[in-house]
């Protein structure tokens, strides 16, 4: 069995075709690594979900039984488990009704690995200023979709994404940091884009870090680029759109330290 | 029975949890009024529908097919039919593959008529402005949904939105027309927002209206406002925010003109 779905803190059987996860994206999710069984970075992907649930409205399951539900489903050992919370079931019309939310887990194999050398896409389809919804990993993702799209239409297995200004906001499926001047970089995601668990987890490996406004060009002079996800770790880019990205040793040096931390993320 | 699942043409009797409308808000929905087991404005309703999906890439069913599924769920006379068309199933990752869409159809009753007179609020959560999905009927609505919870906590059935440079775009759940200088205006929805099939259909009538940016000014200043869409017509607005309108004749005229063209509204 791979999935499961509950409704509040009851086990439900099947998908209501009225979930206001379906209606309106009106929900969020997680995508977590496992390995062995255990989900090393549970805490963090369930406290960014509770963040979420108060900044929506949404009403969050028990977490040890969504815990004990997890590990049935990891039984066989698959190494990604999705979780999605939507607001549950209700009449048509947008206003919230209080209610039990749904949560459905389910279990997936690791995706087939980056290319190597990675080559990164400038995507044309924006990502929309909307502070009210960033940092939020929510379930509204048709810019991610078509962006995506864009990526494989033009060979490429991921692409950066900008806001209407020009800042450079994320990759389709990953957050995006840069080494330049001795230092690291990432975008402000205040206005837009999905605040990373492997983000945090890096940025508290990088207490230097620069995070504000990065320009296209600060992408195309970085001597290093690298995306991050709680399911790949620390993917590093060699190219981007015609750019060729030089690296750097501080790459090198911040991925062996990641991967001591969470030596997981080797099976990839 | 009041509602109806289609993957591609086939009829199925459940939905996926890996539908990806509840992955990631892809796809498109429709809300059409329906009269006497009549749907008034099919055509147009489908003609947006194939327009949003071609602009998203997702399979449309069988347009007779569809039809014929709706007037049976309409036997027993709702009068409110919505439509979800989505990418339909998919493993796990943005990248959409080919595949037959998820057509979901359900009958609803009318909602509550609205209150009279009708207040609105200024709804704090903004529009964004996301050139690639604007006008589009989408499943990404947490932004209705939050402007939507707003009103209610502020004790208004309905309010104005708009983007973040201040231009007010549209209600949670209607598009908005004002009445000042002897003339009719519409917000430009080229940026965002959902272009509405009662708005196209006002649009038809009134010829010489200014389509472009509206501001919160404009608003408070005009002499007549009202919202439409395609359940409940032509809904006019008494106040906004701590403003009075005063109403025009010029409204009460296009109120009988539309209700004259479209006499199914009378019901509401």
Same mark, same amino acid.
């Given at each position: 069995? *791979?999935?499961?779905?509950?409704?509040?803190?009851?086990?439900?059987?099947?998908?209501?075709?009225?979930?206001?996860? !379906?209606?309106?994206?009106?929900?969020?999710?997680?995508?977590?690594?496992?390995?062995?069984?255990?989900?090393?970075?549970?805490?963090?992907?369930? /406290?960014?979900?509770?963040?979420?649930? /108060?900044?929506?409205?949404?009403?969050?399951?028990?977490?040890?039984?969504?815990?004990?539900?997890?590990?049935?489903?990891?039984?066989?050992?698959?190494?990604?488990?999705?979780?999605?919370?939507?607001?549950?079931?209700?009449?048509?019309?947008?206003?919230?009704?209080? $209610?039990?939310?749904?949560?459905?887990?389910?279990?997936?194999?690791?995706?087939?690995?980056?290319?190597?050398?990675?080559?990164?896409?400038?995507?044309?389809?924006?990502?929309?200023?909307?502070?009210?919804?960033?940092?939020?990993?929510?379930?509204?993702?048709?810019?991610?979709?078509?962006? =995506?799209?864009? @990526?494989?239409?033009? $060979?490429?297995?991921? $692409?950066?994404?900008?806001? *209407?200004?020009?800042?450079?906001? @994320?990759?389709?499926?990953?957050?995006?940091?840069?080494?330049?001047?001795?230092?690291?970089?990432?975008?402000?995601?205040?206005?837009?884009?999905?605040?990373?668990?492997?983000?945090? /987890?890096? !940025?508290?490996?990088?207490?230097?870090?620069?995070? $504000?406004?990065?320009?296209?060009?600060?992408?195309?002079?970085?001597?290093?680029?690298?995306?991050?996800?709680?399911? =790949?770790?620390?993917?590093? &880019?060699?190219?981007?759109?015609?750019? *060729? &990205?030089?690296?750097?040793?501080?790459?090198?040096?911040?991925?062996?330290?990641?991967?001591?931390?969470?030596?997981?993320?080797?099976?990839?």
């Amino acid at each position: 069995m *791979s999935t499961m779905i509950f409704r509040g803190n009851e086990r439900i059987t099947a998908l209501s075709p009225r979930d206001r996860g !379906l209606m309106y994206g009106d929900g969020l999710f997680e995508t977590l690594r496992a390995s062995g069984g255990e989900i090393p970075w549970w805490s963090l992907h369930w /406290r960014r979900l509770q963040d979420g649930a /108060r900044r929506l409205g949404l009403q969050m399951p028990d977490e040890a039984l969504i815990l004990e539900a997890a590990k049935t489903l990891l039984d066989q050992h698959p190494q990604v488990l999705k979780i999605v919370l939507t607001r549950g079931e209700s009449g048509r019309g947008y206003l919230p009704e209080a $209610g039990p939310g749904t949560c459905i887990l389910s279990t997936h194999a690791l995706p087939s690995p980056m290319p190597r050398p990675l080559s990164l896409h400038w995507c044309a389809t924006p990502v929309a200023r909307q502070p009210v919804l960033a940092g939020m990993k929510h379930l509204n993702r048709l810019e991610n979709v078509l962006a =995506r799209r864009e @990526c494989a239409d033009a $060979g490429h297995a991921e $692409g950066l994404m900008s806001d *209407s200004d020009g800042h450079v906001i @994320c990759a389709t499926a990953a957050n995006v940091f840069l080494y330049a001047d001795g230092q690291w970089h990432t975008p402000d995601l205040s206005l837009c884009g999905i605040a990373g668990i492997a983000r945090a /987890r890096l !940025l508290d490996m990088l207490p230097e870090i620069r995070i $504000g406004p990065v320009t296209r060009m600060q992408v195309e002079k970085a001597e290093a680029v690298f995306l991050c996800n709680a399911v =790949r770790g620390i993917m590093a &880019v060699h190219r981007v759109g015609s750019v *060729s &990205v030089p690296g750097h040793t501080a790459l090198d040096a911040l991925q062996q330290r990641f991967l001591g931390a969470h030596p997981f993320f080797a099976e990839m």
